[in-house]
């Protein structure tokens, strides 16, 4: 009975592809997950597409497998179309019963493949490197729909196959997994969060035993073990055989926020009080590191009640993704209420950190992500000096880092200060990479067990044997202050930004009148980031042909203006300011002839193609002139892009 009703899925498949409504690659998936799959659910969902003639949305679930991007593995827990087997008899807040079943989405095949594929990768290379041991992995998630079911059954998947795993007790942030990582010595780690993307989506995110996310080496034997996989089901060892589960909760966040206090450059800022802040955090799990720490710290800290609630649904918001001001509108108008002086908000796995301020005139200014992170990467610099901390005897050992995405304004503050300014690819992987290199640079019998080293003591180290890391981040919204801890941390960046605010309410100023001080000071930049969203199977491949449009037929003019430079980093192999190779990447950038750029890269976590434009001008007598005259040429430079890329287009 089964194989005639296997028979007879597979012939309503062979007929849509022969009418061109399935994708033959969609149809091969789907054929390889009912083989591989162990819940009834997989083959009811996908029976009820095909009865409804709802081909679209079986190529949206089934055009690909799911593969690590600059954030792992990302896709939709809940399809555009749920289904009566996958909405069951319902799941918490609204949630369908099980998640959407796919290939090209998240689910507990998935999910589970993934992390089979993980611990199959760790036992090879533990043997390799003559372990003998069984690896430890860490698991961490967010409030979205099915985390926490997925954190469980990749904890139960560890302990099953002779791995031992530690679990947070609830939602956790995920710098806090990389913290945890390094701090307990695990082999890796992986944070169940999509970020700030919509709330139908979840994601796996893995981090490697030094705390970062997977660099290719890595992602690419993982993937290629996980690719190997082609069964949801899996063997447990015998019970002597199995690992151990390990409940980890408030101890580790003293632990972490300890840690998280050494940020803190000038606590005497704080004596009156600091400044007033309002910190949101959408719904996801900013709060439960933030809002405490900025208290112990001296802060005083208002929260948005209607936010503070756990919710994969983000009920109050369209977007959790505090980059945008319609995010943070109940923050905004809690601060106008209470005159506090900025607003926090942070995504919610708390990665990424969003601001508005109060400006000179009294109105709240949301900041870019480039204008935040200048706005640190000049305190801490600045003030480091001032501290003594940095000198002229040690300042060739120190850096900030950015990725090639991000402000130029940051180099102009690395080169006043006589510290050096390395660029790298985007995703905060690459910029651990660099801490890891100079981690690596101590010699072994200067530094011990480097994990445990204070602040002072490993900074100390770093300045007479490596580089110091003063601060890094990248424009979407991601910052990092030091390196105990190894990805963006949303809640180390609202330490170090209400130090920024702090510092200014010290000076008499607003920190937008902090940052026209800097701008008349190193120049005036601004930074725009646009995309084009293009969903789906057919999305998918009309970004791919965009994206490779700008490589083989690279625009000469653009706006009227010429293109002076090409750095097509698809193509060519380069190298950063410290004489490392810089991998190959799907990003080319494109200088003009009048001072302008812009990049262009298709994401690496969600359906769309990324446009960054950049803007400079040396401020004249009237700052706000300057400021009109460079947004109006980046307005040009977009809709000349605009029209660039729908000719680019249709020639497809």
């Known amino acids: 009975m089964i194989q005639l009703e296997m028979s007879d899925i597979h012939t309503q498949l062979d007929s849509a592809v022969e009418a061109n409504a399935l994708l033959s690659i969609s149809r091969d998936h789907i054929l390889s997950y009912l083989s591989g799959a162990s819940s009834s659910v997989a083959e009811a969902a996908i029976r009820e597409l095909i009865d409804s003639g709802d081909y679209a949305e079986l190529n949206d679930r089934f055009y690909q497998n799911l593969a690590f991007g600059t954030g792992g593995l990302r896709g939709r827990t809940i399809g555009k179309k749920v289904t009566k087997a996958e909405q069951g008899e319902g799941g918490p807040m609204g949630r369908p019963q099980h998640p959407c079943v796919g290939t090209a989405t998240m689910n507990f095949?998935?999910?589970?493949?993934?992390?089979?594929?993980?611990?199959?990768?760790?036992?090879?290379?533990?043997?390799?490197?003559?372990?003998?041991?069984?690896p430890k992995l860490g698991f961490a998630h967010d409030t979205r729909h099915f985390s926490r079911d997925f954190a469980e059954y990749c904890g139960k998947i560890c302990t099953d196959l002779g791995c031992d795993a530690v679990l947070f007790d609830s939602a956790r942030a995920?710098?806090?997994?990389?913290?945890?990582?390094?701090?307990?010595?695990?082999?890796?780690?992986?944070?169940?969060?999509a970020s700030h993307n919509p709330a139908h989506d979840n994601g796996f995110k893995a981090y490697f035993m030094d705390g970062a996310q997977l660099v290719d080496e890595h992602a690419d034997g993982v993937i290629a073990e996980v690719d190997a996989i082609v069964t949801e089901h899996y063997?447990?060892?015998p019970e002597e055989q199995r690992g151990t589960l390990r409940i980890e909760g408030e101890q580790a966040d003293r632990r972490y926020m300890d840690r998280l206090k050494t940020l803190l450059l000038q606590p005497s800022l704080l004596h009156d009080g600091g400044a007033k802040v309002v910190f949101t955090n959408l719904h996801g799990t900013g709060g439960h590191i933030s809002v405490p720490i900025l208290r112990e710290l001296g802060f005083e800290v208002l929260t948005v009640k209607e936010q503070d609630a756990p919710d994969g649904r983000f009920p109050t918001v369209a977007s959790p993704n505090p980059e945008n001001a319609p995010a943070l509108a109940m923050g905004i108008e809690?601060?106008?209420?209470?005159?506090?002086e900025i607003v926090?908000?942070?995504?919610?796995?708390?990665?990424?950190?969003?601001?508005?301020?109060?400006?000179?005139?009294?109105?709240?200014?949301?900041?870019?992500?480039?204008?935040i992170g200048s706005l640190m990467a000049w305190y801490r610099t600045k003030t480091m000096f001032e501290l003594g901390l940095l000198n002229d005897s040690n300042r060739g050992h120190a850096c900030l880092i950015k990725t090639f995405v991000t402000t130029e304004l940051q180099?102009?503050?690395?080169?006043?200060?006589?510290?050096?300014?390395?660029?790298?690819?985007?995703?905060?992987?690459?910029?651990?990479?660099?801490?890891?290199?100079?981690?690596?640079?101590i010699p072994a019998e200067k530094k011990g067990n480097y994990r445990e080293l204070s602040e002072e003591e490993s900074r100390a180290l770093r300045l007479e044997y490596s580089r110091f890391f003063i601060f890094g981040g990248e424009e979407s919204y991601g910052y990092l202050g030091a390196d105990f801890i190894r990805d963006k941390d949303g809640n180390m960046a609202a330490v170090m930004f209400a130090e920024v605010a702090a510092y200014a309410k010290s000076q008499g100023k607003t920190?937008?009148?902090?940052?026209?001080?800097?701008?008349?000071?190193?120049?005036?930049?601004?930074?725009?980031?646009?995309?084009?969203?293009?969903?789906?199977?057919?999305?998918?491949?009309?970004?791919?042909?965009?994206a490779e449009?700008?490589?083989?037929?690279?625009?000469?003019?653009?706006?009227?203006?010429?293109?002076?430079?090409?750095?097509?980093?698809?193509?060519?192999?380069?190298?950063?300011?410290?004489?490392?190779?810089?991998?190959?990447?799907?990003?080319?950038?494109?200088?003009?002839?009048?001072?302008?750029?812009?990049?262009?890269?298709?994401?690496?976590?969600?359906?769309?193609?990324?446009?960054?434009?950049?803007?400079?001008?040396?401020?004249?007598?009237?700052?706000?002139?300057?400021?009109?005259?460079v947004a109006q040429g980046l307005e040009r430079l977009w809709s000349a892009l605009e029209a660039d890329a729908q000719n680019r287009m249709k020639a497809q």
Request: glycine share 10%.
């Open 235 to 237: 063997e447990a060892l």
């Open 109 to 134: 095949y998935n999910v589970g493949r993934a992390v089979r594929g993980m611990i199959a990768y760790l036992k090879h290379y533990l043997e390799q490197e003559g372990e003998q041991r069984r």
């Open 334 to 340: 809690l601060a106008e209420q209470q005159q506090a």
């Open 411 to 441: 180099t102009a503050i690395a080169e006043k200060y006589g510290v050096n300014m390395v660029n790298t690819l985007t995703g905060f992987k690459y910029i651990a990479a660099k801490l890891q290199k100079y981690e690596e640079g």
């Open 174 to 193: 995920t710098p806090q997994l990389s913290f945890l990582v390094r701090e307990l010595n695990l082999d890796a780690g992986v944070v169940l969060t």
């Open 511 to 546: 920190v937008a009148g902090l940052l026209d001080d800097i701008y008349e000071e190193f120049g005036y930049y601004l930074e725009q980031g646009k995309s084009m969203v293009m969903e789906g199977a057919q999305g998918a491949t009309q970004i791919k042909a965009l």
């Open 549 to 629: 449009s700008y490589s083989a037929a690279p625009p000469e003019q653009i706006d009227g203006v010429k293109v002076t430079e090409v750095r097509d980093y698809t193509k060519a192999q380069y190298e950063d300011a410290e004489g490392d190779t810089i991998p190959a990447a799907g990003m080319i950038r494109i200088e003009l002839e009048d001072g302008r750029a812009f990049a262009v890269r298709p994401s690496g976590t969600e359906p769309k193609i990324k446009y960054y434009l950049f803007g400079k001008e040396t401020p004249d007598s009237d700052l706000a002139a300057t400021k009109e005259r």
């Open 344 to 371: 926090i908000g942070t995504d919610p796995d708390c990665d990424r950190m969003g601001v508005v301020v109060r400006n000179d005139q009294g109105e709240m200014q949301l900041l870019t992500g480039n204008q």
